[in-house]
């Protein structure tokens, strides 16, 4: 044995309740297995025993953790690394895992009222497959060995894909073949990292890298392809050509959970890699560049998803922008040391992704709601939605002023970490880009419930009534995403600064004004579709003016919307993410 | 150093670039699958100079990665099934394999009953 | 230039010409035979890399296993080839051609960087070996020391059979998977059918066994006994199973099963999930590996067949 492992650092050894972190993979897993074999009719039930078992153990996670010292770890047949592998739940995985529960919990809810039993082919592929995203997620949140999470993240598309195409139409076959080919094309980047990581350092456990690594040209090319990679499964713009139509043609529920869960398991790796693994290489410019692109991300989806007719796609391209949000926090989180530190800014961050991942889902959920009582879900024949599915429309316009970070919410609170990160950092323009972020959100959210909230044209025959659980289901999980800003983060997530305790004053009001009123505004002047209100009002004297500000700026988002079509070509999106990566490795080389 | 570490080395790093040139100008979905196997094959093979490299102990190739690609080239066969099957099905059903891109919201959007 | 390296040039050589004719070929049908002979030969690299485990696996699953899937594909789509022609432009391919050179060009440059005295965990897993008391040294990476990474892998083909089967029409949903094939009893096909799998079988057991303490393991000898059965599939001496029977779902699951049962026993009375005590090791091991063999086997002919196509009834 080499003296180095003579003496295990803490982090090397099996503390107290790390048997949970392995419960918490080994009970979906098992799920998967059962319901493999017992099948056609029973798959359901396994499901609905494991998802209980499986909220208990996250939450038994979350309760563990600030009562010990550091990390709950959990070395895998006594082996520590970097010969074997070690799970590990800090702060950051505990809140991941508890996000993920709740969420798999409502959109399973939805779900058991949703997919009849006779849809044997439907109801067998999504229950597995939602337990196999399940342990999935849970062992990229945990895992503390980078090939462990290729693994994981393989396990997630494998069990992302069939979800995109349950219905079996050849144009979602078509949107599974993109996903499955770009999202294997982002995994292989990922390894190929890695695998240079394992030649220069001798191992992949990330605790062990943290240590090791240095600055040199080897690493940096490695830290480049791996974020390329990664960036290429989480859909940053220009990466995004797959998720679109994937996410808009899947089934609600399955569309919930790709759209608020998937997506987030590479972006957590993202983190890791940048401020557990390797904190002092990106440097000043990359972080920028990475926020830069989540700038773009956020105008392109926001901007494209006014223009879309379809309730589905117009939430798909929001989840495009609320993606580039995320993003935002790198360059915030760069410390004058030159390295990534987990500050306020890194706290926000995940509290975005918290806030989206239950925000988002229930807007899917939502959508399907309205799509199957009303048989279609175009935009503009959503009037008098509000009348027969109140429940539904509300859990969306819940969501919605969630997303758009409406106090006292879980995006609320991002924002204002965010905010706070950046007067400090002195990078005034991502305040800018932060609050456009949520104009644009208010933008599309207004243009959906404007026309929800208008009554109907003619009387609508609804094809079925959703069922009350399924609404209820949505509502919780909106309701949810609006109290996030009440639990106590402090614990779990590092706040230098406090949590901004102003959530119901004044100044909340106002900051709630802005994202609505220029949200209203925004989506009178982007979005084709006119609001339903804005034609009868006593503006007349102003038309003229809306009209041609309209038209020019009608113009402009028609040029963004092309530009998007121009970026989701199959040979562009490729020769993006090649291009990304030797930007990434050339800015962080300049770095050192 | 060994030599042949070196020589396949390159080998490695051009097989990988071949993949990637050929994964994105291949328009037709089964050459890209093909193109991404090479891929696979030329990182693979990069694990597998770096385990010649690290040789030791009397064995000629670090355990770990070739572990590590005797794990990656069943996950590759796995994904490389799943998307011939995904590909016969779509052929089956409409009569092309095109993925042409344009996504029309009219003939996309169009969400399943569910 | 010594002779080894000079062979070693020619193989490498060798090699990228295939791989450059795999990608250059007009004909999908002739890529996917380009790309047979591609991994064949890079098999034969990896028993210069003095890496005969992978050599094995890369023989048995890319170059045959992986072959035989893509050749199937190529046949069944080639009249799809007039119809799907949107070729990029120039610019595009120069594009693409530029940053594939610069990437393949930093990795290039990455492995030439790489440290003098390269890290290793070779001494240490030679040191731990007495634990499982196998000679193997990539069989004890697989199932001990990395055992959780296999048994995910495990649930990854368990995903990619699910995948598979979930793209049924809905009528075929239980069925068959495949088409049914009908083989002259008297050709050359049955005839090898009928030859060739006990060979095979014994082969493909054998290859299994020794990966205890020599190369091969259950990945190799899973491929063969796979390819086996799907030889007498096509020859028409055996049918695809309906994938709604019972048994084959248990065959499907068996690996990752008992893997997680000996891991939950590791954590209930041993020292860890997924610790074998010492006395046990090398027959749990065993137990597991033989588990292993038949799902993997099982599993990767079910991954060729395809999705149910034919209903039961």
């Known amino acids: 044995m080499l003296p180095a492992a003579a003496a295990p650092a803490l982090d090397a050894m099996t503390s107290t309740g790390g048997f949970l972190l392995v419960l918490s993979i080994v009970v979906p897993v098992t799920g998967v297995l059962l319901a493999f074999i017992l099948g056609d009719q029973y798959e359901r039930l396994v499901a609905c025993a494991i998802v209980p078992f499986g909220l208990a153990i996250a939450a038994a996670i979350v309760v563990a953790l600030p009562q010990g010292n550091g990390p709950v770890v959990y070395v895998l047949g006594a082996w520590p690394p970097p010969l074997g592998i070690a799970l590990r739940a800090d702060g950051l995985s505990a809140v991941m895992l508890a996000a993920t529960a709740v969420v798999i919990c409502a959109v399973a809810a939805f779900a058991a009222a949703d997919f009849s039993i006779t849809e044997t082919r439907v109801s067998f592929t999504f229950w597995i497959l939602l337990l196999a995203i399940w342990g999935a997620l849970n062992t990229i949140f945990l895992g503390g060995d980078l090939f462990t999470l290729y693994v994981a993240l393989e396990l997630l598309t494998f069990a992302a894909v069939p979800l995109v195409c349950l ?96 997506v987030k398991g590479s972006f957590f790796i993202i983190v890791r890699l940048w401020f557990n693994v390797m904190p002092g290489l990106p440097g000043f410019i990359a972080t ?16 494209v998803a006014l223009r879309q007719e379809r ?184 706040i230098p600064n406090g949590v901004p305790s102003d959530k119901f004053g004044i100044g909340a009001l106002f900051k709630m004004l802005l994202p609505l009123l220029g949200g209203t505004g925004v989506a009178i002047l982007l979005a084709p579709s006119k609001l339903p209100s804005w034609r009868r009002s006593g503006w007349n004297e102003l038309m003229p003016v809306i009209s041609s500000v ?33 930007l990434f490795g050339v800015s962080m080389l300049g770095a050192h | 150093m060994t030599s042949g570490a070196t020589v396949f080395g390159l080998c490695a790093a051009v097989a990988v670039g071949l993949g990637l040139y050929g994964l994105i100008t291949n328009p037709q979905p089964l050459r890209k699958i093909i193109a991404f196997n090479v891929l696979g094959s030329g990182v693979f093979l990069l694990f597998g100079v770096v385990g010649r490299r690290g040789a030791a102990a009397g064995i000629g190739n670090d355990p770990v990665p070739q572990a590590l690609v005797i794990t990656g080239v069943v996950v590759a066969f796995a994904a490389t099934a799943l998307a011939i099957a995904l590909l016969l099905r779509l052929f089956q059903k409409t009569g092309t394999t095109t993925l042409c891109s344009d996504v029309r919201p009219s003939a996309c959007s169009d969400p399943s009953g569910d | 230039m010594s002779i080894a390296t000079v062979f070693e040039v020619v193989l490498a050589t060798v090699v990228l010409g295939f791989g450059f004719w795999t990608t250059a070929v007009r004909k999908t049908y002739s890529a996917a035979v380009g790309f047979v002979a591609y991994g064949l030969l890079v098999a034969l690299i990896w028993v210069r890399l003095d890496a005969v485990d992978v050599a094995l696996t890369e023989a048995a699953i890319s170059g045959g296993l992986g072959g035989v899937l893509l050749l199937g594909a190529a046949a069944r789509l080639r009249d799809s080839e007039t119809t799907a022609a949107e070729a990029p432009g120039n610019l595009t391919r120069a594009c693409a051609a530029v940053l594939s050179v610069l990437i393949a060009a930093a990795l290039a440059g990455a492995v030439w960087l790489l440290p003098e005295h390269a890290p290793t965990l070779a001494p240490r ?3 731990n070996a007495w634990a499982t008391s196998l000679a193997n040294p990539v069989t004890n990476v697989l199932m001990a020391f990395r055992a959780m990474d296999t048994m ?120 860890a999930f997924l610790a074998y005590p010492a006395a046990y090791a090398k027959p749990l091991i065993l137990g597991i590996e033989v588990a292993m063999i038949l799902t993997i086997a099982a599993t990767l002919g079910l991954l060729l067949a395809g999705a149910p196509e034919r209903s039961v009834k």
């Open chain 3, 152 to 271: 995910l892998e495990k649930v990854v083909l368990l995903l990619a059979i699910i995948g598979v089967w979930s793209l049924a029409p809905d009528t075929a949903w239980g069925g068959r998977p495949g088409p049914c094939h009908r083989a002259d009893p008297n050709g050359v096909l049955a005839f090898l059918a009928r030859l060739l799998p006990p060979v095979g079988i014994v082969v493909g057991i054998y290859v299994f066994w020794t990966g205890a303490d020599h190369p091969g393991g259950a990945f190799q000898g899973g491929a063969i006994l796979a390819s086996m059965w799907l030889l007498a599939i096509m020859a028409g001496l055996a049918d695809t199973p309906a994938t709604s029977r019972r048994w084959l779902r248990c065959i499907l699951i068996a690996g990752p099963g008992l893997f997680l049962a000996v891991g939950l026993g590791g954590l209930w009375f041993g020292s």
């Open chain 1, 167 to 262: 219905d079996g139409r050849g144009e979602t076959l078509r949107a599974a073949i993109r996903y499955l080919l770009f999202a294997l094309l982002g995994s292989v980047l990922y390894l190929l990292g890695t695998t240079l990581l394992y030649g220069l350092y001798g191992t992949l456990d990330i605790v062990l890298l943290g240590r090791r690594i240095d600055t040199q040209p080897a690493a940096v090319v490695a830290a480049a392809l791996m974020t390329t990679g990664l960036l290429a499964k989480t859909a940053l713009v220009p990466l995004h050509l797959w998720l679109p139509p994937a996410h808009a043609g899947a089934p609600a529920a399955a569309s919930a959970i790709l759209s608020g869960l998937v």
């Open chain 1, 550 to 582: 309209r038209r020019g700026s009608l113009a402009s988002s028609a040029i963004v919307e092309a530009g998007d079509k121009f970026l989701r070509q199959w040979p562009i999106a490729c020769i993006s993410v090649l291009t990304l990566a030797a």
């Open chain 1, 288 to 303: 920028q560049l990475l926020a830069g692109l989540g700038g773009v991300a956020i105008v392109l989806g926001s901007v």
């Open chain 1, 311 to 494: 309730l589905k796609l117009l939430i798909a391209y929001s989840t495009l922008a609320q993606i580039g949000y995320l993003f935002l926090m790198f360059p915030l989180a760069f410390g004058a040391s030159g390295r990534l530190e987990s500050s306020g800014a890194l706290a926000g961050g995940l509290l975005q992704a918290i806030s989206h991942a239950t925000a988002k889902a229930a807007m899917f959920l939502a959508a399907g709601s309205i799509y199957a009582t009303l048989g279609q879900d175009r935009i503009l024949g959503l009037g008098g939605v509000g009348r027969i599915l109140p429940i539904s429309v509300l859990a969306f316009a819940l969501s919605g002023l969630a997303l758009m970070g409406l106090p006292p919410g879980g995006a609320y609170l991002a924002k204002e970490l965010l905010l706070q990160a950046a007067a400090e950092k002195e990078q005034w323009w991502w305040a800018v880009v932060l609050q456009a972020g949520g104009v644009f959100t208010g933008a599309y959210v207004v243009l959906v419930l404007a026309h929800a909230l208008t009554a109907a044209k003619e009387p609508i025959t609804p094809d079925s009534s959703a069922p009350r659980i399924r609404e209820l289901a949505t509502l919780a999980l909106a309701l949810c995403s609006l109290m996030l800003g009440l639990v106590p983060w402090e614990a779990y997530l590092s």
């Open chain 3, 125 to 127: 897993i030679v040191a």
